[in-house]
Nanobody, 122 residues
Framework: QVQLVESGGGLVQAGGSLRLSCAASGRTFSSYVMGWFRQAPGKEREFVTA????????IYADSVKGRFTISRDNAKNTVYLQMNSLKPEDTAVYYC???????????????WGQGTQVTVSS
């Protein structure tokens, strides 16, 4: 069993930056694909980015490519999401997820955090 706890959300002006963290419990964290998703009010949860177990490979949604960066520190059981050049449309609850198996990084995650609110004002 893995427990995920996100932190780092908040209120920021458009053009600003935030860094989200997701701390994981459990000794098998380093073997999981880790991802970030977000859900805006009235919308479905959407994929943002994901990173391989080693940190050597990552993928991004087109809407955040070039602005967001995912990274992980397996020694600290933590995955990060650096968000730069934030836009009002980035406003959402951000969730981190852990995926044990499967090649489709956009879906079918096994573990989820409780989410952290990110609000970008114009």
């Amino acid at each position: 069993q893995v427990q995920l706890v996100e932190s780092g959300g908040g209120l920021v002006q458009a053009g600003g930056s935030l860094r989200l963290s997701c701390a994981a419990s459990g000794r098998t964290f380093s073997s999981y694909v880790m991802g970030w998703f977000r859900q805006a009010p009235g919308k479905e949860r959407e994929f943002v980015t994901a990173i391989s177990w080693s940190g050597g490979t990552s993928i991004y949604a087109d809407s955040v490519k070039g602005r967001f960066t995912i990274s992980r520190d397996n020694a600290k059981n933590t995955v990060y999401l650096q968000m730069n050049s934030l836009k009002p449309e980035d406003t959402a609850v951000y969730y981190c997820g852990g995926k044990r198996t499967g090649s489709n990084w956009l879906r079918d995650y096994d573990y989820w955090g409780q989410g952290t609110q990110v609000t970008v004002s114009s």
